[in-house]
């Protein structure tokens, strides 16, 4: 049984920072890729951003880019999402995922495990 748990949303103020954390049990992490989507009210989730097995390659939206980055520690078995200079329209529920495959993707069909969200908040 694989469990992915998300933490560190909150509220903050526009420009500000938080760091979200994904803990994941279960022996699949280290051969996982994991990703961070988003889902804003009314609106479909989103990719956010990936990360390879070894944590060498990854990759981003471009509504991020240059303002999140995501990391992994497979000792520990958590995913990590920095995320810097933040804006109202990061607003949404985070969610982390977890997909048997080291190739990048962008879909969330692709991904196998899913947390339960954390709510991130930027009041302008």
């Known amino acids: 049984q694989v469990q992915l748990v998300e933490s560190g949303g909150g509220l903050v103020q526009a420009g500000g920072s938080l760091r979200l954390s994904c803990a994941v049990s279960?022996?699949?992490?280290?051969?996982?890729?994991m990703g961070w989507f988003r889902q804003a009210p009314g609106k479909e989730r989103e990719f956010v951003a990936a990360i390879t097995w070894s944590g060498t390659t990854t990759y981003y939206a471009d509504s991020v880019k240059g303002r999140f980055a995501i990391s992994r520690n497979n000792a520990e078995n958590t995913a990590y999402l920095q995320m810097n200079s933040l804006k109202s329209e990061d607003t949404a529920v985070y969610y982390c995922?977890?997909?048997?495959?080291?190739?990048?993707?962008?879909?969330?069909?692709?991904?196998?495990?899913w947390g339960q969200g954390t709510q991130v908040t930027v009041s302008s």
């Open positions: 995922a977890a997909a048997l495959r080291n190739s990048l993707s962008l879909l969330p069909r692709d991904y196998t495990y």
């Open positions: 279960g022996r699949t992490f280290a051969r996982s890729l």
